[in-house]
């Protein structure tokens, strides 16, 4: 972790936007009390000051001027305050560089300060104005309060060199170390920074009595007898001190092992923290082909590795599947090695697991071009997901509203706007709930105010969620999903018993509710590719037991989904065709441009199911656009005429027109009502075409038409206009 905090942006930090960890402050303090140790700063150099007549002339004013704006700073609003604080935190800098604060071992004393503002005190207060007073004060005191008891206290006669040094000593009380713990405890409320802080006052309150009492003594306040006394007192205290002190590690872990089940969340919360980042779920990887291109009758071979992660270690079982194609035209490859022939599943692998696995396409399977082979994993597999909320006495919520506090700032919470929290995997658990926190809860029913409880199941990844099999919501005992005439939450969950449960969501300060089978048909009725939402209503049973001792209570709400995933990779082969094959005409002008020759596969052509050599089409003549006499089409005419009177209609009543093809067998068109999409295929342009015109709101109507010769050179793209008057 940095000195900022992990995840903390330092630029957001620069400029005041975000809060820095509190190991930043501490840090920074521990670091002036070693240049303490090692250089031994006392603050102003009194003598040197009162001496000087310069540093009066120019000091005397600054301090006046500081005065001037401690009172402004109370007496003004809060709107006018900042600019009051500036000048004040200014002066304090110029008043430590005028008087020698900054000369030596002041160094320190002014930079550290000076980052600790910057870095901490800017994104921690409130505003601006209480960071520059409260940092521009300390700063007062460090540099006036030691130095000033050594020069007051060695003026008096009845001093003590040892009691000027013990009372000045900041290495015993280090004005620094002390704002860095309480205000470290303060923002993040950390039980260690308490502990260091009660070390720290038990350590400076004993120094000073340990030492005050030998001091007192040579002074002649107290007897042998009575000093004896006092210090065999003060050394059994101290032991007792230390000793508890030396507890405190093992008080604190009793303390929270028996926190941790309720107060984070316990195991569950544990299992999901753990897997955030980690990615969980079934990764299909490394595809490789055993050669980069293949021939019509070579066997395709795609290898891959099947690797799962999961949380348990119970096995999952997974089908995987090979093929190429759209639905219409879909062809499967045979996958390898298959551990369960016959049955829905051909792996059972467990967490951390490798398996290689092969698909085959035969020879042939594949017809010559670009295919592109998709290797698919549908597997069952569950997500867990948790999501932290707050509560408080409503009273005491709008008691605080009315004075504009935060509650939340009030106690300390920095996670304002909690985040559902989920294991990583194929699908995203959101949860939410009421967007004011905490939510205000009363025993007066209708005072309180009823928390939602929002679930989203979304999908991660880019495969389908094929069946959501079960979703568990836990809320604690002292709560309850409302209970409609339709059921728990619209009918969608039932109340279920602990026994029920996995042992790893068994918890007896939770109540579980699974969803019910009219939910489960409900969302499954196709797969989900993006998310599906259910919202429930929060009922309170028991607000003491929510609320506890504390003034904000924290809870946690828990869902469990599990369900059937497929997910898959693709890559693409490009098979080639075998020599000495024929290629396949489709249709009837086509000329064939295949040395091998070529096979009529279209009925209405003269030479169905025949072949043809090259330079011929399938309706057996030989193309004269194969040796350059079919020109590129062009000055080819289409007309809409629907009362077949052989003139062009402006207009019609009706999305349903007769084209009239004025071409020849030289050539074949196509159609299209948008230009770029062409239904039908190429056809003769000679005869009559019916089609319909596009239901697109526009008054005229486009009809695109586009001709080639049967070499395939395609002439200009032409249209013909209609102006269509129907409704």
């Known amino acids: 972790m940095g000195l900022l905090g992990k995840n903390t942006n330092v630029k957001n930090v620069v400029a005041g936007r975000e809060k820095p960890s509190a190991f930043l402050v501490l840090a920074l303090a521990f670091i002036l009390y070693i240049w303490d140790y090692i250089f031994r700063f006392d603050g102003f150099d009194f003598a040197s000051i009162t001496s000087s007549p310069l540093k009066l002339i120019v000091g005397i004013p600054l301090n006046i001027f500081l005065f001037v704006n401690v009172f402004l700073f109370f007496m003004r609003p809060a709107g006018g305050r900042i600019l009051v604080s500036r000048f004040f935190f200014t002066a304090v800098i110029l008043d430590i560089m005028v008087l020698g604060g900054f000369r030596g071992a002041g160094v320190g004393h002014l930079l550290i300060p000076l980052i600790i503002w910057f870095l901490w005190a800017r994104n921690v207060y409130e505003d601006e104005a209480a960071a520059n007073m409260i940092i521009g004060g300390l700063m007062i005191f460090d540099y006036v309060f030691y130095g000033g008891l050594q020069y007051m206290i060695g003026r008096q006669p009845w001093a003590d060199e040892n009691l000027i040094r013990l009372l000045s000593n900041r290495l015993i009380f280090p004005i620094w170390g002390y704002y860095a713990l309480f205000t470290a405890y303060q923002v993040e409320k950390d039980p260690l920074t308490s502990i260091l802080l009660i070390i720290l006052l038990g350590t400076t309150i004993f120094y000073l009595v340990d030492d005050g009492t030998a001091i007192a003594a040579r002074m002649g306040y107290l007897n042998k007898e009575m000093e004896n006394g006092l210090m065999q007192y003060w050394t059994v205290a101290w032991e007792r001190f230390w000793g508890t002190v030396s507890q405190f590690p093992e008080r604190f872990k009793q303390s929270y092992d028996a926190q941790l089940e309720y107060a984070t969340g316990g195991y569950y919360n544990g299992q999901v923290e753990e897997n955030v980042e980690e990615p969980l779920g079934v990764f ?17 071979i795609l290898w891959a590795n099947l690797r799962v992660n999961t949380l348990k270690e119970k096995p999952i079982g997974i089908l995987m599947n090979c093929t190429t194609g759209d639905s219409k035209n879909k062809k499967s490859g045979q996958v390898e090695p298959d551990y369960y022939p016959g049955k829905p599943i051909n792996f059972n692998i467990t967490s951390q697991e490798e398996e290689g696995i092969q698909c085959k396409f035969p020879a042939g399977n594949l017809a010559a071009a670009t295919h592109t082979l998709t290797l698919s994993a549908e597997f069952n597999f569950e997500t867990l997901g948790y999501l932290k909320t707050y509560f408080m006495d409503i009273d005491r919520k709008q008691a605080l509203a009315r004075n504009a506090i935060d509650p939340l700032d009030q106690y300390g919470i920095v996670d304002k706007n909690p985040t559902a929290k989920f294991t990583n ?3 995203r658990i959101g949860i939410g709930t009421s967007s004011q926190l905490p939510v205000g809860i009363s025993k007066n029913p209708t005072l309180s105010q009823q928390p939602r409880l929002g679930i989203t199941i979304e999908n991660q990844w880019g495969g389908k969620i094929k069946n959501i099999t079960n979703i568990i919501v836990m809320i604690p ?6 209970q409609s005439a339709e059921g728990i939450c619209n009918g969608w969950f039932e109340e279920v018993g ?9 918890d007896s300060n939770y109540r579980s509710y699974k969803m019910t089978e009219s939910l489960r048909k409900d969302i499954n009725k196709k797969p989900i590719d993006t998310f599906i939402t259910r919202i429930c209503t929060v009922e309170v049973d028991d607000v003491d037991e929510i609320l506890g001792n504390t003034p904000v209570a924290t809870h946690y709400y828990r869902v469990y989904a599990e369900y059937i995933y497929s997910a898959a990779s693709t890559i693409s082969v490009t098979v080639k065709k075998t020599k000495n094959t024929k290629t396949e005409l489709l249709d009837c002008i086509q000329t064939c441009q295949d040395d091998d020759g070529c096979f009529c596969k279209e009925p ?3 030479q169905y199911n025949k072949n043809v050599t090259k330079g011929q089409t399938c309706e057996g003549a030989a193309s004269s656009g194969a040796a350059g006499g079919d020109p590129i089409p062009s000055n080819l005419e289409v007309i809409i005429d629907n009362d077949g009177d052989g003139s062009v209609d402006s207009s019609t009543a009706t999305l349903e027109v007769t084209l009239v093809l004025k071409g020849d067998n030289r050539y074949a068109c196509h159609y299209s009502n948008d ?7 190429w056809e003769l342009p000679t005869g009559t075409k019916e089609w319909v015109l596009a239901n697109d709101g526009q008054p005229t ?7 080639q010769n049967r070499i395939g050179e395609k002439g200009l793209m032409d249209q013909v206009f209609i102006t269509y008057t129907g409704t």
């Open 498 to 506: 602990i026994n029920t449960l996995d042992d790893a969501l068994q």
């Open 284 to 300: 299909i990887e490394n595809l490789l082909l055993s050669n980069q291109d293949y021939f019509e009758d070579e066997t395709v």
């Open 604 to 606: 209405s052509c003269t």
């Open 701 to 707: 109507k486009t009809v695109y038409y586009e001709c």
């Open 675 to 681: 230009g770029s999409t062409w239904p039908g295929g």
């Open 477 to 482: 005992t002292s709560m309850r999903l409302e």
């Open 425 to 427: 995997g194929p699908i």
